[in-house]
């Protein structure tokens, strides 16, 4: 069966980075892209950026352009989400998950569990 | 890019049935919608992608019959029937702005209460 399994929860001060992983199991990894999905406390999701687990290739959203990097290992089956410069606004719970893309992109069908990470001084 | 919109809050009693809406922004009524089952303590859940013809492609894994979806002009509807306890979660709607830019907006959700 499908598993998108996080890691654990992180702290971080402000000016931090932070790497989350995501490993998968149950389909073959490179089919697939990664894309990664935050939720604030009381807020909603907000997408953060995709990778396609082929080639590599990015898109991330706007507000995170420089400051978000996503990362795949096909050796492990692992995709990887660093966030650099973090702010306070940035504590969130962060989820990958998995979508196939084609021309158009279809639903993201199965998710992690979620990683949260908890920006303060 | 399209802005989704759904009321903040629902509630239904059990065994009851209730539809949630989310609502596009003007000029993008040709858009498909995924409808995302969010509870607390767990990743999202897939429920289903719905245009306005109706359900695009398949279920998510295991989500019942009682769930069902519609599209109408701006709107896009989830349904569900029969409500039980365990369908008390948020309900998140959302929708890739296609593959020339690649952005994926959410809206702002919707928390089903069962009474």
């Known amino acids: 069966q499908v598993q998108l399994v996080q890691s654990g929860a992180e702290v971080r001060k402000p000016g931090a980075s932070v790497k989350v992983s995501c490993k998968a199991s149950g389909y073959t990894f490179t089919s697939y892209f990664i894309t990664w999905v935050r939720q604030a406390p009381g807020q909603g999701l907000e997408w953060m950026g995709w990778i396609s687990a082929y080639n590599g290739n990015t898109n991330y959203a706007q507000n995170l352009q420089g400051r978000v990097t996503m990362t795949t290992d096909t050796s492990t089956s692992t995709a990887y989400m660093e966030l650099r410069s973090l702010r306070s606004d940035d504590t969130a719970v962060y989820y990958c998950a998995r979508v196939y893309c084609g021309g158009d992109c279809y639903p993201f069908d199965y998710w992690g569990q979620g990683t949260l990470v908890t920006v303060s001084s | 890019q399209p802005v989704l919109t759904q009321p903040p809050s629902a509630s239904a009693s059990l065994g009851a049935s209730v539809t949630l809406t989310c609502t596009l922004s003007s000029g993008y009524s040709n858009y498909k919608v995924d409808w995302y089952q969010k509870r607390p303590g767990k990743g999202p859940r897939f429920v289903m992608r719905?245009?306005?013809?109706?359900?695009?492609?398949s279920k998510g894994d295991g989500i019942p019959d009682r769930f069902s979806v519609l599209g109408s002009g701006l709107n896009r509807y989830l349904t569900i029937k029969n409500i039980q306890e365990e369908d008390e979660s948020d309900y998140h709607c959302?929708?890739?702005?296609?593959?020339?830019?690649?952005?994926?907006?959410f809206g702002g959700g919707t928390k089903l209460t069962v009474l």
């Open positions: 959302g929708a890739d702005h296609g593959s020339g830019s690649n952005l994926v907006v």
């Open positions: 719905v245009g306005t013809g109706g359900i695009v492609g």
